[in-house]
Nanobody, 127 residues
Framework: QVQLVESGGGLVQAGGSVTLTCVAS????????MGWFRQAPGKEREFVAS????????HYSNGVKGRFSISRDNAKSTLYLQMNSLKPEDTSVYYC????????????????????WGQGTQVTVSS
């Protein structure tokens, strides 16, 4: 049974930092490209960041580049998103996603390319 379980969300002040964690099970994490997406109330889900299976490559949306950092620990089947300099517009539900069986240097930037999704964790940034 595939599971992606996000944690680490909560309420944070603008300018603060939060680290999200996604623990994966039920599939081969080390051969999967991983990603973070987010969805704000009334808006469509949007791409945040992706990391290749080997962690050799990563990509970010323009809105978070330079502030967020995606990383992974394949030995622990765990994905991270370090979020710094948070802004009220970062308020969203954040989702972890997995694209299985991808080449080691491949990132996936579009929602349709992912096979598995977590339930999401809420991040609220107060001004």
């Amino acid at each position: 049974q595939v599971q992606l379980v996000e944690s680490g969300g909560g309420l944070v002040q603008a300018g603060g930092s939060v680290t999200l964690t996604c623990v994966a099970s039920g599939f081969t994490f080390g051969s999967s490209a991983m990603g973070w997406f987010r969805q704000a109330p009334g808006k469509e889900r949007e791409f945040v960041a992706s990391i290749a299976p080997s962690a050799a490559n990563s990509h970010y949306s323009n809105g978070v580049k330079g502030r967020f950092s995606i990383s992974r620990d394949n030995a622990k089947s765990t994905l991270y998103l370090q979020m710094n300099s948070l802004k009220p517009e970062d308020t969203s539900v954040y989702y972890c996603a997995a694209a299985k069986d991808r080449p080691s240097i491949t990132t996936v930037l579009y929602e349709g390319g992912y096979d598995y999704w977590g339930q999401g964790t809420q991040v609220t940034v107060s001004s």
